[in-house]
């Protein structure tokens, strides 16, 4: 089936540790996402790419970097400069609906971050 | 800018309706969305609605637009305790970055 792999599903991180959380997806979409979740903040987005080899810095890039080597994955490091990194992270990709022409996000299952 | 704003909580009994409220502020989304989060889970899309529409429907779920006021609202029909979940909703526009902008969630609790 079809869908999107985030990993590791826990993640406990000592403070100035760099973390690397992955994301792969089989669904042949060109872009992708990385979102940030806080209790009552709803998602906010870290980074995005429209295609490999591109990315584009979302609301809340700062502590935070990616990769767009190939189209299936887009791994998201939190760097030690991130200063609040402990979070519910969410991956997702997106594709166009070819009768309607709406752009759906599918999103993985999350990664839990805990710095520590 | 983008701003997407709902209100936090809600709580219904289970059979009841439950209609839960979004407001949006720029004009030139396309599309406006609803997903449902369960706990500890990704999101999951439940509808979405093109900008020029007023309502859809899809078995237990109504969508309503208001484009004047810039409002959106879900209901859901003989609510389940399986409902209980966040609910988001969440705007992309016709310009600029192809993204979804999402609001706070809005939780639904459902007594039985």
């Known amino acids: 089936d079809g869908g999107i792999t985030q990993s590791p599903k826990y993640l406990f991180r000592k403070e100035g540790q760099n973390v690397t959380l992955s994301c792969e997806q089989n669904l042949n979409h060109d872009a992708m996402y990385w979102y940030r979740q806080d209790p009552g903040q709803g998602l906010r987005l870290i980074y995005y790419?429209?295609?490999?080899?591109?990315?584009q810095k979302g609301d809340i890039a700062e502590g935070y970097s990616v990769s767009r080597e190939k189209k299936e994955s887009f791994p998201l490091t939190v760097t030690s400069a991130q200063k609040n990194p402990t979070a519910f992270y969410l991956c997702?990709?997106?594709?166009?609906?070819?009768?309607?022409?709406?752009?759906?996000?599918?999103f993985g299952a999350g990664s839990r971050l805990t710095v520590l | 800018g983008e701003d997407v704003e709902q209100s936090l909580f809600l709580s219904v009994r289970e059979g009841d309706s439950s209609v839960i409220n979004c407001t949006y502020t720029d004009s030139s989304s396309t599309y406006l969305y609803w997903y449902k989060q369960e706990p500890g889970a990704g999101l999951q899309l439940l509808t979405y609605?093109?900008?020029?529409?007023d309502m859809k429907q899809d078995q237990r779920l109504t969508v309503l637009l208001n484009k004047k006021d810039k409002h959106l609202s879900l209901r859901i029909a003989d609510t389940q305790t399986g409902d209980s979940a966040i609910y988001f909703c969440a705007e992309i526009m016709d310009t600029g970055r192809r993204a979804l902008t999402f609001g706070s969630g809005t939780r639904l609790q459902v007594q039985p």
């Open positions: 609605i093109f900008s020029n529409m």
């Open positions: 997702a990709s997106m594709t166009t609906r070819q009768i309607s022409g709406a752009n759906v996000l599918t």
């Open positions: 790419s429209q295609i490999v080899n591109d990315f």
